[in-house]
């Protein structure tokens, strides 16, 4: 009963005519209407079937664009659109892993740019605690399995290069903060994990996955969803624990940071470094910052 009802809601215009053309083809037939009534009956037929036509095209064509609003991106497509997104945003949010990619070309060149065109740059960054060892340890198993094998022999995925890496993606916002002050930027540690990477510009947001093998998907800013996931950035980063960076202000860094000024930085953060960290992990955290080899 209740499909019978949806279908009925669904083609009550198309219903409508049918049974009004019936019933004026059968009281012609019987001489009840003249011919000039079932002349009028006849147009008020082809007006409901011409209603009926254009709602159908308007919904077909709606079903296309919405089927249109993704487009996937493969292999050097997705560096290209994220080039093309960096080019003119006046803002970026970001949300993933340890922000690897963001601090090795995404923030380098959008203050470039926007140094170039002297405007101003807004920038969220939500990634993983480095503080919390257990989702750090998760995490790197999870790229370990992922990575390919050159990656996993070179530069392979520990709970220490997690932590690494998030430490530096906080490092690399107080230093571009330092070299570029209209740059407003934010950070904010998640307490889940996530395999999916969400980078959002002004023209497009470009969801990527760890996995390097699979494709990416992108929404412009004019099509379905992107409003979507604009607010589900936001709502995410509100609920992130945030890193007062701010409070590091004070702390004057260099072009390549010394080991002091890093560890008074987050000294100034109340961020505490892991009490395992040596002077060569906290020179590691400024490499991967400012100097990153492998960005993916």
């Not at 006046?90 to 993933?96: L, N, Q, R, Y």
């Not at 989702?135 to 996993?152: G, H, I, M, N, Q």
Request: aromatic share 8%; net charge neutral.
């Amino acid at each position: 009963m209740a499909r019978f009802l949806t279908w009925l809601r669904n083609n009550v215009d198309g219903l409508v005519a049918l049974v009004l053309a019936a019933a004026v083809g059968v009281l012609a037939v019987i001489d009840v209407l003249e011919a000039d009534k079932v002349n009028a009956a006849v147009l008020l037929v082809l007006a409901l079937l011409a209603t009926t036509l254009l709602r159908d095209r308007h919904l077909s064509a709606k079903a296309m664009r919405d089927a249109s609003s993704v487009q996937m991106l493969n292999g050097p497509e997705i560096g290209h659109q994220h080039t093309l997104a960096r080019r003119d945003t006046e803002k970026w949010i970001f949300k993933g892993g340890t922000g690897t990619y963001v601090r090795a070309v995404t923030l380098k060149e959008c203050v470039r740019n926007a140094r170039r065109d002297q405007r101003s740059l807004r920038v969220r960054l939500e990634i993983l605690d480095p503080t919390n060892e257990l989702l750090c340890k998760t995490y790197a198993e999870f790229r370990a399995s992922v990575a390919p094998d050159a990656v996993r022999t070179r530069d392979p995925w520990t709970t220490r290069r997690v932590q690494q890496e998030s430490f530096a993606t906080v490092l690399a916002a107080c230093w571009y903060k330092q070299q570029y002050s209209p740059l407003d930027i934010a950070v904010g540690f998640s307490s889940v994990m996530t395999t999916f990477r969400w980078d959002l510009s002004t023209s497009c947001v470009i969801i990527t996955q760890d996995n390097p093998n699979t494709p990416a998907m992108m929404f412009e800013r004019d099509k379905p969803y992107y409003r979507d996931f604009s607010r589900e950035l936001d709502s995410s980063f509100d609920q992130a624990k945030k890193v007062p960076l701010g409070d590091a202000r004070d702390v004057q860094l260099d072009e390549q940071p010394t080991v002091e000024q890093v560890r008074a930085v987050f000294d100034a953060l109340r961020l505490p470094l892991p009490a395992s960290f040596e002077d060569r992990d906290v020179a590691e955290i400024v490499r991967r910052a400012l100097n990153p080899e492998n960005p993916f």
